[in-house]
């Protein structure tokens, strides 16, 4: 068993490292881009990058270092959805899942890319959470794909407080692994051969 999982964490930091290595120009030049308009930003993300793959993960990237999640907007009964366009989440650089998803889904769209905003419920430490969330399904490489900028970027801890903290697994993530956190509303988003049923997915039991 332990061998099991000295390999397992191998893997897990192997794959990390692929990612970073892979990825390192566009996430260079992402953490050097600090323009505040959105045409700007995208201009500037991508000028030297060749292939879409580079230039979604390097929107991941920024979005990502760049926008904080806005707890306080986040425990309103009713959310303001002029928050979430965009430019205000720009000028703010605040935003909740729908706006990090929006930004993602216009810089996209400023590059052609084929990108969808998807809602859906998730689970959260392992717990069914019915509250609801936002990512995205970007088209690369002819595969829709999952990203979520949101969970990318960092998460709230127990003392309500946000905390930035760069998430690989979130950017093109394995299907079956997505499931596992990320429940669609329509079953088409989940991406796998074999949907799973919504009840199953809000059982305790689900793994």
């Not at 965009?86 to 993602?104: D, T």
């Not at 996209?108 to 990108?115: D, E, F, K, T």
């Not at 905003?117 to 995205?136: A, E, I, L, P, Q």
Request: charged share 15%; glycine share 4%; with cysteine.
């Amino acid at each position: 068993m332990k061998f099991l999982f000295t390999l397992i964490t191998h893997i897990f930091l192997f794959c990390n490292l692929f990612a970073q290595n892979q990825f390192s120009r566009a996430d260079s030049i992402a953490a050097a881009v600090k323009a505040v308009e959105i045409s700007t930003v995208h201009s500037q993300l991508t000028k030297n990058l060749d292939t879409d793959i580079e230039k979604a993960r390097a929107f991941y990237s920024w979005i990502a270092n760049n926008i904080n999640y806005d707890v306080n907007e986040s425990l309103k009964a009713s959310k303001d959805t002029r928050k979430q366009e965009s430019q205000a989440v720009l000028n703010s650089r605040k935003a909740i899942c729908h706006g990090y998803a929006n930004l993602f889904m216009e810089l996209c769209s400023l590059s052609n890319i084929p990108c969808f905003m998807v809602s859906g419920y998730t689970r959260v430490g392992g717990k069914f959470d019915n509250s609801g969330h936002t990512w995205n399904v970007v088209l690369l490489n002819k595969n829709w794909q999952h990203v979520d900028v949101t969970w990318g970027a960092g998460g709230v801890n127990e003392s309500g407080v946000y905390k930035r903290q760069f998430n690989e697994s979130c950017f093109l993530a394995n299907p079956k692994e997505f499931l596992s956190d990320h429940y669609p509303f329509d079953p088409m988003w989940q991406l796998v051969t074999l949907p799973v049923a919504a009840s199953m997915f809000k059982s305790s039991s689900y793994v």
